[in-house]
């Protein structure tokens, strides 16, 4: 079919047929696909149709995206797909001059078992870290790529013994103005990173409830998970003060994630449970699931990461079982698994640090180099990595620039 031409011979990019329209833009950027829906009416009736977006999703993952993932309320095919464009660029633009590593008087010196990437209020990359040998601190990510060689430029502030335990959860809440920390010492502690870096607002002691596992902000509550099984609900504006409290697993709860105002815990019972804070007495659903080192929710679905090397799918409006998939083809235990836009990031113990596709069979398509000690926990933010080590340190993967 040959398209039709203006009075004066040159051919309209308007008049193509449709699929040749569709052809045209595979072969552009989402992100820029997404904008031609400005140029006219033509243009934005086509690229405006979700089932061109699925069809090029499936095309670029080779099958299907998981039934839970297109439901969620929040699901944006054309958004997707920019977010699977980009995660592939990421990865395959990975070199060593992307990569920072601590060490010396900025590192930790005991393993590092929490870390959150967050954004100021002006935008600015941060990393928050908590260890083991019981201190905060906070990194800036601007810095190391500003001055790769002064590593003490990179520590903004840190907090030697901020608690009498290590340290096993933190969280931020208002761009990273306050900052929440668990402790082995059954307490939480609040924390204010305004001038005065890590000025502590308040703190409370959960003896009866043992060793805080994990601390989540919602709103203005602090949900921790206990090592004695219990989860609480904390006044942030009533000096942490318990306004609600339940014993929901029968042993430690080693993950907890939220999604409004629901729960979702997992312990060593092997049970995944999801409450409502609004009424912790009850658990609303409860599954069985195989051993876990930890869970984590990313659009529609809950990530179980196993110590025999498989992450499992669960469907997270009803528990039911979406798909699984083996990270480490030896059966060595995943510690994390983390959804971004557009792939699943897999932390192992021993095979580093790897990406999936989002397909319900996916494909691993990145792995790193074998990490330097045994890593312990890791976070992702924009392209960004963070990886908490066993040795203290804590090594950076920064989204190269041009991206």
């Known amino acids: 079919m040959v398209a039709a031409s203006s009075s004066s011979g040159e051919l309209k990019l308007t008049t193509l047929p449709r699929e040749i329209l569709l052809q045209i833009f595979d072969n552009l950027r989402p992100g820029h696909v997404a904008r031609l829906r400005l140029v006219c009416r033509i243009f934005n009736d086509t690229i405006d149709d979700d ?7 499936q095309r670029t993952l080779g099958a299907k995206l998981p039934v839970a993932e297109t439901r ?43 870390v959150q990437l967050f954004r100021n209020s002006s935008r600015r990359k941060f990393c928050l870290s908590g260890a083991r040998d019981r201190a905060l601190k906070l990194f800036d990510l601007a ?63 959960h003896v009866p409830d043992g060793a805080v596992t994990g601390v989540l902000i919602d709103d203005n509550v602090a949900i921790c998970s206990k090592f004695h099984s219990y989860i609480t609900v904390n006044d942030l504006r009533d000096g942490l003060k318990t306004i609600a409290r339940s014993k929901v697993h029968t042993g430690s709860i080693t993950a907890i994630a939220k999604k409004g105002s629901l729960i979702y815990s ?22 069985s699931v195989p051993a876990s080192l930890n869970m984590s929710l990313g659009q529609g679905l809950a990530y179980i990461s196993t110590s025999s090397g498989f992450v499992y799918a669960i469907r997270a409006d009803d528990l039911s079982f979406s798909h699984k998939f083996k990270a ?21 113990q021993l095979n580093g640090l790897k990406a999936f596709t989002l397909a319900s069979t996916p494909v ?19 392209g960004d990595v963070v990886v908490g080590c066993g040795d203290g340190s804590v090594a950076f993967w920064q989204c190269p620039a041009a991206l």
């Open 143 to 205: 810095a190391m790529r500003e001055s790769p060689e002064d590593k003490d430029a990179w520590l903004v502030a840190g907090k030697e013994a901020a608690h009498e335990g290590w340290i096993w959860s933190v969280d931020t809440t208002n761009c990273g103005a306050q900052v929440l920390s668990g402790s082995w010492d059954s307490t939480i502690s609040l924390w204010d990173l305004g001038e005065r870096a890590f000025e502590r607002i308040s703190t409370a002691k």
């Open 72 to 114: 969620c309320e929040n699901f944006h095919p054309n958004k997707l797909m920019d977010g699977i464009y980009f995660e592939s660029e990421r990865w395959s633009n990975v070199n060593d001059e992307d990569k920072f590593i601590t060490d010396g008087a900025i590192s930790h010196y005991a393993s590092v078992d929490a």
């Open 364 to 382: 691993e398509f990145y792995t790193s180099e074998k990490f330097h000690c045994e890593p312990c926990r890791f976070d992702y933010l924009d």
């Open 51 to 57: 089932r061109y977006w699925l069809t090029r999703i």
């Open 266 to 287: 997992y312990g060593v019972d092997k049970k995944l449970k999801v409450t409502d804070r609004r009424n912790l007495a009850k658990p609303l659903m409860t599954l």
């Open 328 to 348: 480490v083809a030896t059966g060595r235990p995943v510690r994390q698994v983390i959804k971004t836009s557009g792939s699943i990031l897999a932390l192992t």
